[in-house]
């Protein structure tokens, strides 16, 4: 069968090109690609090239698939998993594997390492390793979006799981957030803080009592709390707070929401040293800090109080990804009805994806989500009612019905009235 997809040779070199898949072996699996989502490790990689981490090094003379957070349906199966998987059935993939024998070793994951596995194609081949892992996921949701999303709702839900805690006179560490403590989220109104006030609100086992996002744009933090309200929350259980801290004296009145005590958990969003250090500062007595945002630099650096981390048992952890599990989680909580949609704030085809990866950083707005079957430029979903064709305005009038969100009503339309590819 033959894809058509975004390919990698090099440093800010992508090519949108169709090739022959091989015939499957029994231990793997066809499938088709229907919605992936781009992730600034994308950008990453495509920047890096050969010099990332998860790309193999003769990417030049081996080209590998882009696109990691994505969902479709499986076409044909191979015969060892005929017993579990079968044609028709929704999926979403776990590309952090954990196999030495990929093509960059532990490193390797669909979407950066692999020829023929990656969200930007029409159609691909999951491996073997994907399968012995079982980093194939069954999604049971309406539309397919969701399941999308659920590799980078599953980012912060690791996050949030790899918090942890002491006690006095004990060396054990407790893993998870504090039930009932306080907890920041530092310049938390990017498409992945989104991501963390859907869960923080939506979690079923535990949660903060207190609950502050900063930013220092308004307009997004507006925006955040008309998706995710201070009166749902209060519904759960948290007092949720929007932080402007674009102020003179933001770190003393962030320790003053939390009455003086600090947090238990701060959740730094942005590679911002100023950032790292007012996070370092707002810690409380046994507070841990967990710096998500990872940086492009190499000699990324940031102050931090020693003292504190010697006599109020301050700490630090940081969080690439989450695990399988974390994905199953993500999962479970969509099929519950958790829409990530708040997310999403454009969508295109596949022919969008070059220029939108290579210049993502600098284009405004959450989530970009890429429907690989269709030909259409990345347009905002605020943009839909100004765009001429019928599509543009029947997907304007559906998500303004929906708050102004994108939808499973509207990715139903699209993908049965948007030109294809």
């Not at 004990?170 to 306080?182: A, F, L, N, Q, T």
């Not at 952890?317 to 695990?323: A, D, E, I, Q, Y």
């Not at 303004?400 to 009235?417: F, Q, S, T």
Request: aromatic share 8%; proline share 5%; with cysteine.
């Amino acid at each position: 069968m033959k894809t058509k997809a975004v390919r990698l040779y090099g440093e800010n070199d992508l090519r949108l090109e169709e090739f022959e898949l091989p015939q499957i072996k029994d231990d793997e699996i066809l499938a088709k690609v229907v919605s992936d989502s781009i992730c600034m490790s994308s950008y990453k990689a495509a920047h890096q090239g050969a010099a990332h981490k998860r790309v193999p090094d003769d990417v030049a003379t081996n080209p590998t698939i882009i696109g990691h957070e994505f969902a479709g349906e499986i076409v044909e199966v191979g015969s060892k998993w005929s017993s579990e998987f079968k044609p028709g059935d929704k999926f979403s993939i776990q590309p952090a594997l954990t196999y030495e024998g990929g093509p960059v070793g532990v490193h390797s994951a669909p979407g950066y390492s692999y020829k023929y596995i990656g969200g930007d194609a029409t159609y691909v081949v999951i491996p073997r390793e994907v399968m012995e892992q079982g980093c194939l996921l069954p999604y049971k949701g309406e539309g397919f979006y969701p399941a999308s999303l659920s590799e980078p709702l599953s980012c912060v839900i690791g996050a949030m799981h790899a918090c942890y805690h002491t006690t006095p006179g004990s060396y054990v560490h407790h893993m998870e957030i504090k039930d009932g403590g306080r907890m920041a989220l530092l310049a938390g109104v990017g498409p992945m803080g989104l991501a963390c006030i859907n869960y923080v609100l939506h979690r079923e086992d535990r949660h903060p009592a207190l609950f502050v996002v900063t930013d220092i744009d308004q307009a997004r933090l507006d925006r955040a709390a008309s998706l995710y309200t201070v009166e749902f929350a209060a519904s759960r259980g948290i007092e949720l707070h929007y932080v402007n801290t674009a102020v003179e004296g933001a770190t003393e009145l962030l320790m003053g929401i939390s009455g003086g005590n600090g947090y238990d958990e701060v959740v730094v969003m942005a590679p911002v040293p100023a950032l790292v250090e007012q996070a370092d500062s707002i810690l409380a007595f046994d507070g841990c800090l967990n710096f998500f945002s990872g940086p492009s630099r190499t000699d990324f650096k940031a102050s931090v109080n020693f003292y504190n981390v010697h006599y109020s048992s301050t700490h630090i952890v940081g969080t690439s990804g989450g695990n399988t599990n974390d994905m199953k989680e993500a999962l479970h909580l969509m099929g519950k009805g958790m829409d990530p949609a708040g997310l999403v704030t454009h969508i295109g085809g596949l022919n969008a994806v070059i220029d939108t990866t290579i210049n993502l950083p600098s284009i405004p707005g959450g989530k970009k989500l890429i429907y690989t079957h269709i030909d259409m430029p990345l347009t905002a979903i605020a943009d839909f009612g100004s765009k001429e064709g019928a599509v543009y305005k029947e997907l304007d009038r559906i998500c303004k019905a929906h708050k102004g969100l994108w939808c499973v009503e509207a990715e139903d339309y699209l993908l049965a009235h948007a030109a294809e590819l």
